[in-house]
């Protein structure tokens, strides 16, 4: 079935330094790549996505790649700061007219920015 | 505000004993879904609804029901639950499958 996998479970870094999460997907038809960040006691909330017609797209410290041949996404958050820790997930699914949009989820990623 | 609702936040309960929680959103949206959440496995689509009267299966269906009488409502049912269902619960909705807006989550504990 669809899969996503997502690496590491838990990053931990100093304040300022980058961070970098990777997922890999299976579904060859996925197209829409989310990233949610998950704070403690709270849903998750959608910091940045990509569609698979675009290799790149940042927002400020937050970047996200997707390399469609090897089925590979990423979330780089620059200058990471104490209020950047959090869970965050990394999701895939096919949308667009006839798919049902369903998130794929990666298994999160502990990220712990240390001051 | 726009917003996902859910309730409760917070219910333990025992094996058997038929329970529903509730998801309301106010944004119009056709999508919404039920995920639970476990410790390393992320989340997992429970059920979903494209629209009134329209629901499916997601990846772990087993125990659990939906209804979707109205826009707005997705209320979630477990029938008979069991303690395999403890569980941390969300609520999403999207407006045609897009960026999904979550609920605050209901933990489930079921003794």
């Known amino acids: 079935g669809e899969n996503v996998e997502q690496h590491p479970s838990t990053l931990s870094v100093q304040e300022g330094d980058s961070a970098v999460i990777k997922c890999t997907y299976s579904?060859?038809?996925?197209?829409?790549f989310p990233w949610y960040k998950q704070e403690l006691g709270k849903g998750p909330q959608l910091i940045i996505d990509?569609?698979?017609?675009?290799g790149e797209k940042k927002d400020q410290r937050i970047a996200v790649t997707l390399n469609k041949t090897a089925k590979h996404f990423s979330l780089h958050i620059t200058e990471t700061q104490p209020e950047d820790s959090a869970v965050y997930f990394c999701?895939?699914?096919?949308f667009g007219s006839g798919n049902t949009g369903k998130l794929i989820f990666g298994q999160g990623t502990t990220l712990q920015v240390k001051p | 505000e726009a917003q996902v609702t859910q309730n409760p936040r917070y219910l333990i309960t025992v094996t058997g004993k038929k329970l529903t929680v509730t998801c309301s959103q106010n944004?119009?949206?056709?999508?919404m879904s039920w995920y639970r959440q476990d410790p390393g496995l992320g989340l997992r689509q429970i059920y979903y609804?494209?629209?009134?009267?329209?629901?499916d299966k997601g990846d772990v269906p087993e125990g659990y029901k939906v209804s979707r009488k109205e826009k707005r409502n997705f209320p979630l049912i477990l029938e008979s639950p069991s303690p395999n269902q403890t569980s941390l619960y969300f609520c999403?909705?999207?407006?045609?499958?897009?960026?999904?807006?979550f609920g605050p989550g209901t933990r489930l504990t079921v003794l």
């Open positions: 609804s494209m629209n009134v009267e329209v629901t």
């Open positions: 999701a895939a699914s096919r």
């Open positions: 944004m119009n949206h056709e999508y």
């Open positions: 579904d060859s038809a996925s197209n829409y």
């Open positions: 999403a909705s999207s407006l045609y499958g897009g960026e999904q807006f």
């Open positions: 990509i569609r698979s017609n675009v």
